[in-house]
């Protein structure tokens, strides 16, 4: 079975420091990764998304950047935190199906408190 | 842009009662997913659709991409199923980008 792991589970931060989420997909080959974020009170809004190792596309700029360093591994990042980076940062991942996106599966998300 | 209008926002059943969640798309869409809130607020996937219908226990989901619309349907509601459920759907000019509806709070209650 597959398994998608978060990490941290929440961060408390200071404006301009740097920032680092991770996520690890155990028991899939290959798949689609994805970042998502969700201001309080807001949508759910897709941020990158990456179907290979080393590639990453980037659908809403967000002062943010992401990488997949590993098949297994999508990392989102900045050097610097704004106060509306605030939010709840979720994982997921799909199979991929030709052009669809496939069935999501989302991690338990990180919880970002940006002061 | 392309929208999800997903209704109503709240709703409230009795043990034992159903109803139905629905999204309309304001473009023509490819596929439609239904999901559920858990108590970490990340998100269950129930129904992944690309078309027709689905069902899975007390819960049954339909597209229909030429008509716009999605629903949930969920019959013999129980306690356990309150929470908040969200649609996404992809296609017209968002390319393979999932757009989310709002959300519909249910509430069930004794």
């Known amino acids: 079975a597959q398994t998608i792991h978060q990490w941290p589970v929440a961060e408390i931060k200071a404006v301009g420091s740097p920032l680092s989420l991770g996520c690890t997909i155990k028991?899939?080959?290959?798949?689609?990764l994805y970042w998502y974020w969700q201001a309080t009170g807001g949508t759910l809004q897709q941020l990158f998304y990456?179907?290979?190792?080393?590639?990453v596309e980037s659908v809403v700029q967000l002062n943010l950047s992401a990488s997949r360093p590993k098949d297994d591994q999508f990392i989102l990042s900045t050097e610097k935190l704004l106060l509306s980076h605030s939010g709840f940062y979720l994982c997921?991942?799909?199979?991929?199906?030709?052009?669809?996106?496939?069935?999501?599966?989302f991690g338990e998300g990180s919880k970002l408190t940006v002061l | 842009g392309d929208q999800v209008e997903q209704s109503p926002s709240a709703l409230s059943l009795h043990e034992g009662t159903g109803s139905a969640l629905r999204c309309n798309f304001t473009?023509?869409?490819?596929?439609v997913q239904w999901f559920r809130k858990n108590s970490r607020g990340s998100l269950i996937n129930l129904f992944y659709?690309?078309?027709g219908t689905k069902e899975n226990g007390r819960l049954k989901s339909a597209f229909d991409s030429k008509e716009r619309y999605s629903t949930l349907h969920i019959r013999d509601a129980q306690l356990e199923d309150s929470g908040t459920y969200f649609c996404?759907?992809?296609?017209?000019?968002?390319?393979?980008?999932?757009?989310f509806g709002i959300g519909t709070l249910l509430s069930v209650k004794p």
């Open positions: 997921a991942w799909s199979r991929g199906l030709g052009a669809n996106t496939g069935q999501l599966y």
């Open positions: 996404a759907a992809e296609g017209g000019s968002s390319g393979n980008k999932l757009i």
């Open positions: 990456s179907i290979t190792v080393g590639q």
């Open positions: 028991g899939k080959s290959s798949p689609n």
């Open positions: 473009t023509t869409m490819r596929a």
């Open positions: 659709l690309a078309s």
